[in-house]
Nanobody
């Protein structure tokens, strides 16, 4: 059974930084990595930074140059370093374990963490 435990959320002023971490335990069939998603109130969850089936990392356009995804396969962790945070980044962030979907030809989330709140204030 795969479990994901997130840490590192919190409150920060605009322009500040936060680092989110996610620890995975268990194995995922057809595993292709992990990723970070976020959800605004009343909105659907959106991808922020994630691994794709070509092994590359993708970023949501609005976070490119500000957020950096890194991973440690031995420790089974994935981190999201967030710089120059904006008020509009405030959301609940979720870590996800991804598996390869051959039909969709991409990596898809199959297990979610519990979520961690990130609040950016002026």
């Amino acid at each position: 059974q795969v479990q994901l435990v997130e840490s590192g959320g919190g409150s920060v002023q605009a322009g500040g930084s936060l680092k989110l971490s996610c620890q995975r335990s268990g194995t995922v069939d057809y595993y292709c990595g992990m990723g970070w998603f976020r959800q605004f109130p009343g909105k659907e969850r959106e991808k922020v930074a994630w691994f794709e089936n070509d092994g590359g990392i993708r970023y949501l356009e609005s976070v490119k140059g500000r957020f950096t995804l890194s991973h440690d396969d031995i420790k089974q962790t994935v981190d999201l370093q967030m710089e120059s945070l904006e008020i509009g980044d405030s959301a609940v962030f979720f870590c996800a374990a991804l598996k390869i979907s051959y039909s969709a030809k991409r990596c898809i989330p199959i297990v979610w963490g519990q979520g961690t709140q990130v609040t950016v204030s002026s």
